[in-house]
Nanobody, 128 residues
């Protein structure tokens, strides 16, 4: 069974940084598209960034592209989300999803329903 485990969340002050990890078990991320999503309190899940592991191609939401960076490590079977200059608006549950595909549809890569399998999420709280 495919499993994803997110880690690295926590409490951080405004202006601070965090790096989230999404580690896969029982399958190789190299053949997948991996996306990071977040659900702020009382809001819908929104796409943040994704990576096509086989090619290293990334897509990042305009709302965070100047502050967040997604990267992947095939050897570690892990995808990271480096988040910088965090603000209260970044407070959310962050989760990763995967889709096994060789066909990438750029218009859909940040849509949650395009993904098949999800981790349980990790809480990020930005507060002083």
């Amino acid at each position: 069974q495919l499993q994803l485990v997110e880690s690295g969340g926590g409490l951080v002050q405004p202006g601070g940084s965090l790096t989230l990890s999404c580690t896969a078990s029982n399958f190789n991320l190299k053949n997948y598209v991996i996306g990071w999503f977040r659900r702020p309190p009382g809001q819908d899940r929104e796409g943040v960034a994704c990576i096509v592991m086989a090619r290293g191609r990334t897509y990042t939401s305009d709302s965070v592209k100047d502050r967040f960076v997604i990267s992947g490590d095939n050897a570690a079977n892990t995808v990271y989300l480096q988040m910088n200059n965090l603000s209260a608006e970044d407070t959310a549950v962050y989760s990763c999803g995967v889709r096994h595909t060789s066909v990438v549809i750029p218009a859909r890569v940040l849509e949650p329903d395009w993904y098949d399998t999800w981790g349980q999420g990790t809480q990020v709280t930005v507060s002083s």
